[in-house]
């Protein structure tokens, strides 16, 4: 998206010099000091900018370079811009900016908006996982499922599960009747599991599990594509 803004120019003052003569049309008097400030308009002010005077000359409108400024002129200049406040709507559009940031941030803080949950504990704390896409008939994977138990608040289930056969795209396992704990994948060893637990079974799709580690549910009606993923095998137990 391309955005523009513009800088405008706000006018705060106008301060009658009645002892400075014109330097163009020679006239005393008609000079006067207008006390400026720009600032970033995006469709409302957005932030206040530098403050500036400009000092033109009222009968011949000249404008006069600051270069060109005598010292009383300078002091006055110094003083007026000193004690000019930057109005209040000009950080309007800052405000509203820095709004639009917290409210959602307060929300998520709140717990009134939830923060996509997206598996992040299972994707980044795997520190001594062994490459699941290899494994074959027999091996045992440590897995996460979604809980059965809806009331619970953790996310997942830690259990096991069984490569039992695998016949193309379709692999049947057996889930282990016991959960875990995340952390035991990486102090469980093959000869503290036991076999005659391996119960319910399940059948997933044997490419989803290779290529991504996801368990998703094979269902019969292939037309349908219904692909539920229901958990991620984290690593296989040796
Ligand atoms: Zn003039």
Redesign the pocket.
């Known amino acids: 998206m391309i955005v523009f803004y513009q800088e405008r120019s706000h006018h705060h003052k106008t301060i009658d010099l009645p002892n400075e003569t ?6 005393r008097g ?2 006067k000091m207008y006390l400026m400030q720009k600032y970033v308009w995006l469709f409302a002010p957005l932030l206040p900018s530098k403050k500036y005077a400009i000092i033109e ?1 009222s ?4 404008k006069i370079p600051s270069s060109e400024w005598n010292k009383k002129t300078e002091v006055i200049y110094h003083k007026e811009i000193k004690a000019i406040k930057t109005p209040v709507r000009m950080w309007r559009g800052a405000v509203l900016m820095v709004l639009l940031y917290l409210i959602p941030y307060t929300l998520i803080k709140l717990k009134v908006f939830k923060k996509a949950t997206v598996k992040p504990l299972i994707e980044t704390v795997n520190a001594k996982k062994t490459d699941v896409k290899d494994f074959k008939e027999g091996d045992v994977l440590f897995i996460s499922a979604d809980k059965a138990n809806k009331n619970n608040t953790s996310l997942y289930d830690f259990t096991l599960a069984k490569v039992i056969k695998i016949e193309g795209d379709k692999t049947k396992l057996k889930k282990y009747t016991e959960t875990f704990d995340f952390k035991d994948q990486n102090t469980l060893s093959l000869s503290a599991i036991d076999d005659s637990k391996f119960k319910e079974e399940i059948v997933v799709k044997t490419n989803f599990l290779r290529e991504d580690e996801s368990l998703v549910y094979y269902t019969k009606q292939e037309g349908m594509l219904e692909n539920k993923v229901f958990g991620k095998s984290l690593t296989i137990i040796k």
């Open positions: 014109c330097t163009n049309c020679g006239n008609t000079l000359c009968f011949c409108d000249n």
